[in-house]
T-cell receptor, first 109, second 117 residues
Framework: RKEVEQDPGPFNVPEGATVAFNCTYS??????FFWYRQDCRKEPKLLMS???SGNEDGRFTAQLNRASQYISLLIRDSKLSDSATYLC??????????FGTGTQLKVEL | GAVVSQHPSRVICKSGTSVKIECRSL??????MFWYRQFPKQSLMLMAT?????????EQGVEKDKFLINHASLTLSTLTVTSAHPEDSSFYIC?????????????FGSGTRLTVV
């Protein structure tokens, strides 16, 4: 079983749609959780950290369920510029990050 | 914000030669730098953790004699791919943790696309 699992997609959605991505992780001792965005052939960029209480940043909402070892990202009112690969990232001890393979999102007119 | 400058962004080299990739933290001190590799359609895989003034820690399956890491100062870490082969062609990215950020923020270099011919 992979340490961090994501549906690779692609998710093709019309502009304005709401889309949700899910991620599961295997290490119950994981300490930090993030969503990163990666554009084609570019480096990952932090989208948001994820907390047990849930957090929202504009059109983006992230949730963490430690009991189920499950992380989600919700994007509302999708824009064309949201097209990218979204990486679920889990941090353990020693600052080590483990990346999921990413979920590809394509927002279309 | 904190920036990690990585270069070269792209390099093509002949099989058997060595390539050096540099990562510099521009406005902060990075005591630890992480080196990742990403093959097409795959996730970033941690290769090694570079510690300033000490030996790097390599992940299982990564040859330390092939991927030489040097972290001689608080602002510079280098990865040298020695005797490169076509299977080493990949996207190499460095990352540093921004000390003091409560969200464990990590900043990434812009990556180096290595093609070995």
């Amino acid at each position: 079983r992979k340490e961090v699992e994501q549906d690779p997609g692609p998710f093709n959605v019309p502009e304005g749609a709401t889309v949700a991505f899910n991620c599961t992780y295997s290490n119950s001792a994981s300490q930090s959780f993030f969503w990163y965005r990666q554009d084609c052939r570019k480096e990952p960029k932090l989208l948001m950290s994820v907390y047990s209480s849930g957090n929202e940043d504009g059109r983006f909402t992230a949730q963490l369920n430690r009991a189920s070892q499950y992380i989600s990202l919700l994007i509302r009112d999708s824009k064309l510029s949201d097209s990218a690969t979204y990486l679920c990232v889990v941090g353990g001890g020693g600052n080590k990050l483990t990346f999921g393979t990413g979920t590809q999102l394509k927002v279309e007119l | 914000g904190a920036v990690v400058s990585q270069h070269p962004s792209r390099v093509i080299c002949k099989s058997g030669t060595s390539v050096k990739i540099e990562c510099r933290s521009l406005d902060f001190q990075a005591t630890t730098m992480f080196w990742y590799r990403q093959f097409p359609k795959q996730s970033l895989m941690l290769m090694a953790t570079s510690n300033e003034g000490s030996k790097a820690t390599y992940e299982q399956g990564v040859e330390k004699d092939k991927f030489l890491i040097n972290h001689a100062s608080l602002t510079l870490s280098t990865l040298t791919v020695t005797s490169a082969h076509p299977e080493d062609s990949s996207f190499y990215i460095c990352s540093a943790r921004i000390v003091g950020q409560t969200n464990y923020g990590y900043t990434f270099g812009s990556g180096t696309r290595l093609t070995v011919v």
